[in-house]
């Protein structure tokens, strides 16, 4: 969860994307950001505070898996086995 005072969220993608770089202004939605992946990598995201900037690097799988880990949905199991295995 983003801190209450966030404002944006700044993330850098595998350089393979054809927009590596993707930012979010959307706080309702968690500053979410769609993407389709064949494979694990590491994810930045740089997020904007009032008073701060953080950077944070995270497995694309393990930043699925916390948010979608409880997920009953087959598609979402599989998707997280696949990416889990590449």
């Avoid at 008073?51 to 995270?58: C, D, I, W």
């Amino acid at each position: 969860m983003p801190p209450h005072d966030a404002y944006a969220v700044t993330y850098r993608l595998h350089p393979t994307y054809y927009d590596p770089i993707r930012e979010s202004i959307t706080r309702a939605d968690g500053f979410a950001e769609e993407i389709t992946s064949y494979g694990n990598y590491v994810i930045t995201a740089r997020i904007r505070t009032k008073s701060f900037a953080v950077e944070l690097r995270r497995s694309l799988y393990d930043a699925l898996h916390d948010t979608h880990g409880n997920d009953t949905e087959p598609s979402i199991i599989d998707a997280l086995k696949d990416i889990r295995n590449h």
